[in-house]
């Protein structure tokens, strides 16, 4: 029998020596009880900071699943229907065009839903040259980012009214695709909760949840473990990615607090938060989330039709709801992971498991911009689920 800790070290420290990234860790939780940790490389290789337990990373698209946990506790709450209009929080999305190449800009058919944007069916772009739509909200975003950079406050807000001035790709209920619709969704949680979504996810969900390096910003006490993340050069050596391609930035006077790519945070910040979506939503006694609100939250809402525009390779055999992929079909997938494991990935690398089946929760770091979901994360995965049969009990 293998070694969990020699296989998964092997592979993980694969990608630092032979260049793929300056560091990575990992991080694997079965039943409560941890299996496997291990950090390799360097979280920024210009300030000689190792890649450690408590390094602080960029989750860009791995905050999705926490800013659907928070609609989700307004939804238990009764202070949202899922099928309200976007509108009926944020007037700006009120009326609402949808782009035609062929007729320009057409009346939607109806409104975008809170349920469109949690499934990725509402039909917001995120900045994209092959549409139209997309061409015009790369221009919404680099005049709100170039406003920001001047001294402005740009906040969350101002973010919404950008969105909402952008045609919509398909009528709402259409294609997946993915978009700003997580960032519209922290908007709505604004609106509804009257807090700002960073101070409403740090009482609601990061101080219960106790993820203190989580948030929209790394105060200045604890930059020395902020992770630097890195882009390819031409001649395919790794150096510290500059800009902000979807107006994230994690200054204390961050005001776009974006709840699709805008957090940070640990391994084990983020580790409690998965523990307690495969405990039916409790942590440490405490119920956070309702049993029956995370079953809800982890199965495919995806429609045959709209499913066929989500073909990434990374979510083969999988559908998608609330913001997060669920897999159903194994062979399709290619992995021994479960029925109904559910989870995300980010723009740099970044990944996490979710399966409430075996009570398992698996996370890799890396900072690698346009990396997404890699092939050491299906070994790391094959490895980590193949050592559950004498865990089992």
């Known amino acids: 029998m293998y070694d969990l800790k020699t296989t998964m070290d092997g592979i993980i420290r694969n990608e630092v020596e032979r260049g793929w990234v300056k560091g990575a860790s990992a991080l694997l939780l079965h039943k409560g009880k941890e299996l496997y940790f291990n950090a390799f490389g360097m979280a ?104 920001r950079e001047r001294g402005e406050r740009v906040d969350t807000q101002e973010y919404m009214r950008g969105i909402a001035s952008v045609p919509l790709c398909y009528q709402p209920g259409g294609p997946w695709m993915y978009g700003f619709s ?28 106790e993820m203190p390096d989580t948030g929209f910003f790394v105060p200045k006490e604890k930059q020395g473990r902020f992770a630097q993340h890195y882009e390819p050069a031409e001649d395919g050596s790794l150096i510290p990615h500059q800009g902000s391609h979807l107006g994230e930035y994690y200054g204390e006077d961050v ?15 983020y580790a409690h938060f998965g523990t307690m979506m495969v405990s039916g939503g409790a942590y440490k006694g405490r119920q956070i989330l309702g049993r029956k609100t995370v079953d809800f939250m982890t199965k495919n809402r995806l429609s045959a039709e709209q499913k066929a525009a989500y073909h990434w390779d990374s979510n083969s055999g999988c559908g998608y709801g609330c913001l997060m992929r ?52 299906r070994r790391l995965r094959m490895a980590a689920y193949g050592a559950l049969k004498s865990n089992t009990k």
């Open 44 to 147: 920024d290789e210009a300030r000689h900071i190792p890649m450690k337990r408590d390094t602080i990373i960029h989750l860009y698209s791995m905050s999705k699943p926490i800013t659907a946990a928070a609609v989700m506790i307004l939804a238990e709450r009764g202070e949202i229907d899922l099928w309200d209009p976007v509108s009926k929080y944020l007037p700006c999305f009120a009326g609402q065009k949808v782009w035609s190449d062929e007729k320009g800009e057409i009346p939607a058919d109806r409104e975008p839903t809170l349920y469109d944007l949690l499934n990725m069916t509402s039909g917001i772009p995120y900045p994209d040259g092959s549409t139209e739509p997309g061409r015009r909200m790369e221009k919404v975003v680099k005049e709100l980012v170039a406003r």
């Open 182 to 209: 997580a960032d519209v969704l922290g908007g709505v949680v604004e609106a509804v909760s009257g807090r700002t979504f960073g101070r409403f996810l740090r009482e609601e969900l990061f101080e219960p949840l």
């Open 255 to 269: 005001a776009f607090e974006s709840g699709g790519a805008g957090m940070v945070s640990t391994l084990d910040d």
């Open 326 to 377: 669920v897999l159903e079909d194994q062979g399709t997938a290619g992995t021994i992971g479960s029925q109904g494991e559910f989870g995300w990935d980010g723009w740099t690398g970044n990944y996490v498991t979710m399966d409430p089946t075996e009570e398992f929760v698996l996370l890799y770091f890396i900072q690698r911009c346009g990396a997404g979901t890699t092939p050491a994360v």
